[in-house]
T-cell receptor
């Protein structure tokens, strides 16, 4: 089945220790998103890739970086996690074709715990 | 600014009907989504409305009024597994998804 996969599902890291979260998709979607979601809050868009074009949200901290080496994979790097970065990180994909945008589909998320 | 409002929490009884409202103020409009999110899991797509009116899909229906900036999600024949958060999200003029904080729905036997 075509899907969005996130690994790991749970990640524990230490304060200040770099961590990388991964996302892969078999939907062949050209747009990939990273969201941060804290308890009882709306998902907050961190950045998205339109093909290889990287689009950073204005209020995304510099501590957060992303890489998309190919269509299928996208990574979220947190360079120096703080306690406030503990959250669920959601990867989503979508397709845009000729100005027509399609629904975003989400992976299962990675829950990050910072000790 | 862009804003989406929905109730924080609602309670309903198994087998009953519940309506979750959403009002929005966004820079442009290209459609409205409802997602279901169980605790600790990712949002899953429920419905998409871009034209005024009611879209029915099994036990779930979604309504949109663009002139009023208003939508609702109607859940019929509630089951315990429907206990979840329901998030309203709007595509703005740039096809950015603007999210509400979600409505936590509690189903009681």
């Amino acid at each position: 089945d075509a899907m969005v996969i996130q690994n790991p599902r749970y990640q524990v890291t230490q304060f200040g220790k770099p961590v990388t979260l991964s996302c892969s998709q078999t939907l062949n979607h050209n747009v990939m998103y990273w969201y941060q979601q804290k308890s009882s809050q709306a998902p907050k868009l961190l950045f998205h890739y339109y093909d290889k074009d990287f689009n950073n949200e204005a209020d995304t901290p510099d501590n957060f970086q992303s890489r998309r080496p190919n269509t299928s994979f996208c990574f979220l790097d947190i360079r120096s996690p703080g306690l406030g970065d503990a959250a669920m990180y959601l990867c989503a994909t979508s397709r845009e074709n000729g100005g027509v945008w399609e629904t975003q589909y989400f992976g299962p998320g990675t829950r990050l715990l910072v000790l | 600014g862009q804003n989406i409002d929905q109730p924080t929490e609602m309670t309903a009884t198994e087998g009953a009907i519940v309506q979750i409202n959403c009002t929005y103020q966004t820079s442009g409009f290209n459609g409205l989504f409802w997602y279901q999110q169980h605790a600790g899991e990712a949002p899953t797509f429920l419905s998409y409305n871009v034209l005024d009116g009611l879209e029915e899909k099994g036990r779930f229906s979604s309504f949109l009024s663009r002139s009023k900036g208003y939508s609702y999600l109607l859940l019929k024949e509630l089951q315990m597994k429907d206990s979840a958060s329901y998030l309203c999200a709007v595509w703005d003029s740039n096809y950015q998804l603007i999210w509400g904080a979600g409505t936590k729905l509690i189903i009681k036997p």
